[in-house]
Each structure stands twice: as structure tokens, then as C-alpha cells.
């Protein structure tokens, strides 16, 4: 992993700086805020299995005139672990997708992120994550949003939902951890990674968390939920992410950006932007 001495000046402008969540080119260690940012990815699938399993918070919904979904017939896979959490198969899987984002991210900060990540970053990300993940249950527990709206299982914005779930976030894994190793070859120092799933969309990863994102609201609300959730990821990564990673690729890569960017005309998602 890279140290504080291997970081770079960062060319962009001022504004382009503060745009981006990431301080790029800066390798200094922040064990504190990263240990921080470990421990709250870690709880968060505890406060959705909380809404799913006991229903936390739905006291207060039921105050105010709305009604949730029974909690169904617990699953029986034989699995100790998993059929002692007593959830519907659908919760179930809601539950899995929670832990599969939590050990994903979990994985980046720890072993694929060499970027500092303050306390204060760490508390913002964590808290981001468990308001957009709630969201997402509550939607599912609510009767007039829920994506669960027939008896049969599984239902298919439960297949569509987690088909795009695990694509985007496998998606969004394999390619940091192409990434992770190309930059840890001495040989590659200074170089833009452009090998891998890069050679199909210039931030991959970025589209690889869209689509999971999506996958997530789909499964939990239903298109409408996943048209408002993943519009509002593609817009962020289009309007600003994707704007303020460019200029600095472009002003430390130089022509070798500029050819990866004729050779790869795809920002996000392949084929499609």
C-alpha cells in the first residue's frame, strides 16, 4: 500500500478539489478514521436486520396512519446460522445484501484504499449508508411502497433486484482489486490502470455501485424507489465524480489519458454512457 512519501502534488483547481470526497494523490495513514469507518460499516447490517426482524422504528409509522407487511413465515434452509435470525426468505436476502455492501466497502478501506480517510469522512460515509440502506427496508416494510406485493417467492423485483445487486457490486470489487494490484507494481508507478474491466468503462467502479445501489432499491421499493435511487447515483457520478476525477487524470496521465479515453468512450456502464 502507498505511504505518505509516495504522495503527489494534486494538479487540479481549488474547486475541483473540494468537489471530490477523495483526496487524490495523498497517501498519508489515518488508521483512526479508517478503523472508524471499518466499525460503522461493520454494525450498520445490525440496525436493518433491527427494522426487518423487529420492526424498529414502526411504531412511529403506524402513528401516523400507514401500515407494514406482516413479518412472514420465518426460512428454513437448514442452516443453523442463518434460520435462527428468524426472517422471511425475502427479508432474508434484503438482510444479505445489507452485509454483502458492508463487507464490500469494508474490504475497500481496508485492503484496497490507500487515500486518507479522516474521522469525520468515516462518520459521514457510515451515517450516508445507514439512511440510504433504511430507506430502502422501510420501503420494503411500508404496504403502499413495498416491492413485495405478491404471494409467490421469489418475486421478480426480488430477481431483477438482486441480479443487478450482485453484478454491480462484483462489478464494483473485481475492478478496485485489478486496480489495487496494477498500482502496487513498482513497475506501474505514474501509470493509469486501463487493463481489466477499465477497458470497458473509464470509472467501472462507479457504474459497478450504481447498478447495485439500484439492485438494492428495486428489491426493497420497487422501480420507483430504484428509478429515484439510481438517478440520483448517476447523477452525482456524471455531474460531479466522474468531472473532477477527469481533470486530474488528465492533468497527471497526460496524452496517456487522452488515448485510454479514445480507446474507452464509456464513462460509467458499457454501451450505455
Known sequence: MPSAQDSIQDPRAEGSKKRDLIARGDYTETPAGKATFFALRAIEPYL??????HGLGTSLIHRIGLR????GLPANTGIGLIDGLGLSPYRLVLFGMAV?????????VAA?????MPVSAAITVGAFN????????????LTTTSASTESDFPQPA???GSTLYAVGLATELISEVQRKRFKSDPKNKGKAYTGGLWQFARHINYGGYTLWRTG???AGGGYTLSAVV???FFWDFSQRAVPVLNEYCEKRYGSAWEKFKMDTPYNLIPYLY
Not at 436493518?48 to 426482524?53: D, H, K, R, T, V
Open 68 to 71: 407494514t407487511l406482516p413479518p
Open 230 to 232: 439510481g438517478a440520483f
Open 158 to 160: 426480488l430477481i431483477i
Open 130 to 141: 445507514a439512511v440510504v440502506n433504511s430507506v430502502n427496508t422501510y420501503a420494503f416494510l
Open 100 to 108: 454483502g455492501a458492508a463487507v464490500k466497502q469494508n474490504v475497500w
Open 216 to 218: 438494492y432499491a428495486i
Open 112 to 116: 484496497l484504499s490507500g487515500e486518507p
Open 48 to 53: 436493518q436486520y433491527s427494522i426487518l426482524a
